[in-house]
């Protein structure tokens, strides 16, 4: 399971961009966070194009297919989608992995039960 955000554990800066020019500004292999797919769609097809590793935040299951099809590094959603999504993403042999949103520790061990991949502190 991947921690990101959690003092005990050094974790990659995420880069929060909204333009392509951001996005040239950042610096090599930087792992790029983008908004919701629905305002991000330009930019998450500008870093499938260009092999950049990227975070998409995703509000549904279908977003979540989308986020995978245009080679998302990182889903991130609520808990419950990410519960919900598990199953889909082993069942499609997904290549992008489900982060779920945390505000508390013990919501890791939950989570690791039901096989998400990773969480993020909001």
Known sequence: MKIFGHSWIASEPFYKVYSIEEIRSTPSNSLLQL???SSSLELAQYCQVN?????????NIKEALFANLLGATFIRCQKGLAEALMPIAQNYLF???????ISDEEEIEILAKAGVDGVIFK
């Not at 092999?51 to 509000?59: G, K």
């Not at 290549?95 to 949103?101: G, H, K």
Request: glycine letters at 0%; proline letters at 0%.
């Open 51 to 59: 092999h950049l590793r990227y975070m998409l935040e995703v509000q």
């Open 35 to 37: 908004a919701s797919l």
């Open 95 to 101: 290549d992008t992995q489900v982060l779920a949103e």
